[in-house]
């Protein structure tokens, strides 16, 4: 079994510190060239995991439409005429487009004032169908959701959002079973919904009451007119696919002219969401390319001050050939000194990178919804051979030099 040679790893350490500034601004490059890959690497994470708390619960294939006044005439109907969905749409698109999973219609009414007691606040009343929930998954902590019994029987029950719990009731009691007045009509609360996502349709979950689709639309006469139409695809079907048949069968149902655009407002969650993961597929590129680009300067970096050191070196390099030294033992010194201070500087780079992204992980976590601004371990294991390699080429140039210089040239020099 070979033995560590403390003598080499010495010598290694002693040119390196024989020169202490030059070696601290050679090793300043590739510290500075990992640091900036391994923060943004972490910090793409980190954005992403904080952009997508914000639709947490939000079914990334669906789709939206609603309405709008006509831009055409259209069958003996005039320009600018306004129109809305009805139920049967909802039939019609369930029936007649294939590759949708859910159809669900809403209604929405803003700036209804809530009741319980002496505290009130201001929020959006909603009336969805059950099926929505695979939509816009709520998070029920107190009570039940909706359910097709509250649709057949138009109950008035409610969900509650978690800012409208905690203004109606601050003592955190228990609000099921207990009534709330909108606007002059009560309703007997049967849950809580606690989802915080930013992505809502209609109003912020936090500040909604939703009840049943049917009530909503007797309570406040509706007939059978809905705001919104709301859908998902099913697996192997695309939003931009399906929508365009829905926009035809409800053009068609209404009198619409099918080149009229603007009667008809379409919201693609499923575009957006791509978008959005194109962006941070777009950041991550970048970032690798700022961070390996940088770390390649601070490479060639070492390669130059390896090069000054074999030149400053040449009379020891000679001396040590015409003693016995082989070829492969020049090499490898010289090999082994490029190595050890890009390693060095690399790992002070990685470590700093890292106590960063957790101080800025700590700083921005919520209760129950991290954001991981921290590398994986293969991420840094990665990053670690990359250094390796990257000391190893940066010392080849300058190695193969040294182990070229014959005892006689060194003499010579002197």
């Not at 931009?240 to 009198?255: D, L, M, P, T």
């Not at 182990?403 to 006689?408: E, L, N, R």
């Amino acid at each position: 079994m070979r033995r560590i040679d403390f003598d080499t790893w010495e010598e290694i350490f002693l040119t390196i510190t024989r020169n202490k500034t030059r070696s601290i601004l050679t090793a300043f490059g590739i510290f500075w060239g990992i640091f900036m890959l391994v923060a943004l690497m972490g910090g793409a994470q980190g954005m992403q995991d904080m952009l997508s708390r914000q639709f947490q619960g939000f079914a990334t294939n669906s789709g939206f439409m609603g309405t709008n006044n006509t831009s055409k005439a259209y069958k003996g109907f005039q320009q600018g005429r306004w129109w809305s969905m009805d139920n049967q749409d909802v039939e019609r698109i369930r029936n007649c487009v294939q590759g949708l999973d859910v159809v669900t219609a809403t209604i929405a009414q803003w700036g209804v004032n809530i009741v319980y007691e002496e505290y009130s606040i201001s929020g959006t009343l909603k009336g969805l169908y059950p099926d929505y929930d695979r939509i816009e998954e709520p998070i029920i902590r107190l009570g039940r959701p909706l359910n097709e019994t509250d649709i057949r029987d138009r109950r008035k029950v409610c969900v509650i959002g978690k800012r409208i719990y905690e203004t109606l009731f601050p003592k955190k009691d228990d609000p099921c079973g207990k009534y709330i007045e909108i606007n002059g009509i009560y309703y007997r609360v049967v849950g809580v919904n606690e989802a915080t996502g930013n992505m809502s349709v209609n109003g912020q979950s936090e500040t909604s009451v939703v009840i049943p689709f049917s009530t909503m639309q007797q309570n406040y006469n509706r007939g059978n007119r809905i705001d919104m139409l709301g859908y998902t695809a099913k697996k192997g079907y695309s939003i931009s696919q399906v929508e365009k048949e829905v926009e035809r069968i409800v053009k068609q149902a209404h009198a619409i002219h099918p080149d009229d655009e603007q009667a008809v407002i379409r919201v693609n969650a499923e575009a957006m969401f791509s978008m959005m993961d194109n962006l941070f597929t777009g950041i991550r590129i970048l970032g690798w390319l700022v961070g390996l680009g940088t770390l390649l300067a601070g490479a060639i970096g070492v390669s130059n001050i390896m090069m000054i050191t074999v030149k400053e070196r040449t009379i020891e390099i000679g001396i040590r050939r015409a003693i016995g030294a082989r070829p492969s033992d020049i090499l490898q010194q010289i090999l082994l000194e490029s190595m050890v201070l890009t390693t060095l500087a690399g790992m002070a780079g990685i470590t700093f990178a890292v106590f960063l992204l957790n101080a800025v992980e700590t700083g921005t976590s919520e209760p129950g919804l991290p954001a991981h601004f921290l590398i994986s371990f293969w991420q840094a294991i990665g990053a670690c051979v990359l250094l390796i390699v990257l000391g190893l080429l940066a010392g080849l140039i300058p190695a193969y030099r040294a182990m070229a210089i014959k005892p006689i040239e060194a003499i010579r020099d002197e």
